[in-house]
Nanobody, 113 residues
């Protein structure tokens, strides 16, 4: 079955960096557009970045976050730099165009001094 396992989150100070990983399985990863999402406390889940043909980013993270993928490892990455307190959220990955995919457990990112 389709699965996503996110990792790499943690506590970081404002201005710091983190790299998130998403191990995907159960489908042909190399042929599939993938996205990162996040959900902050009390807020709706939002799209952060997508890697289909060309990477695309939410305005709030453009210039600070970079999405990438290693098709040989079936892994999606999110390099986050210049982190802000408002980036605090649980981060998830999923196939971009498959609305019925089950979400993974996510990885918590906390930006705080």
């Amino acid at each position: 079955q389709v699965q996503f396992v996110e990792s790499g989150g943690g506590l970081v100070q404002p201005g710091g960096s983190l790299r998130l990983s998403c191990a995907a399985s159960g489908f042909t990863f190399s042929r599939t557009a993938m996205s990162w999402y996040r959900q902050a406390p009390g807020k709706e889940r939002e799209l952060v970045a997508t890697f289909g043909g060309t990477p695309n980013y939410a305005d709030s993270v453009k210039g600070r976050f970079t999405i990438s993928r290693d098709n040989a490892k079936n892994t999606l990455y999110l390099q986050m730099s210049s982190l802000k307190p408002e980036d605090t959220a649980v981060y998830y990955c999923k196939r971009t165009y498959f609305a019925r995919d089950t979400w993974g457990q996510g990885t918590q990112v906390t930006v705080s001094s």
